[in-house]
């Protein structure tokens, strides 16, 4: 069992870098792989992100490949999604995820966080 909360959305400027934050309860967090999602107003939910049990492995979306960059601390039980050069078209309700394996956590995630508002402004 294991419990998300993700922190550090907020209101930004094109071209500007963000860095949200996914805290895990309990023990367990170590076990899981993570992953980020991302869903606009209007349309579908969408994969941003995913990252192994420890780090080892990350799997990137192309429309965020080489501007968005998951990493984790499982010693602060914490996943981060650290985006630079952001685009209006960012915009969106961010999630995190946990699930049993990087390819897993992509499709079939077992915890959900409650989501934190992205807005890039142009």
């Known amino acids: 069992q294991v419990q998300l909360v993700e922190s550090g959305g907020g209101l930004v400027q094109a071209g500007d870098s963000l860095r949200l934050s996914c805290a895990a309860s309990g023990r367990t967090f170590g076990f899981y792989a993570m992953g980020w999602f991302r869903q606009a107003p209007g349309k579908e939910r969408e994969f941003v992100a995913a990252?192994?049990?420890?780090?080892?492995?990350?799997r990137h979306a192309d429309s965020v490949l080489g501007r968005f960059i998951i990493s984790r601390a499982n010693a602060k039980n914490t996943v981060y999604l650290q985006m630079n050069s952001l685009k209006p078209e960012d915009t969106a309700v961010y999630s995190c995820a946990a699930g049993d394996s990087l390819v897993a956590v992509t499709t079939t995630p077992k915890y959900w966080g409650q989501g934190t508002q992205v807005t890039v402004s142009s």
């Open positions: 990252i192994s049990w420890n780090g080892g492995n990350t």
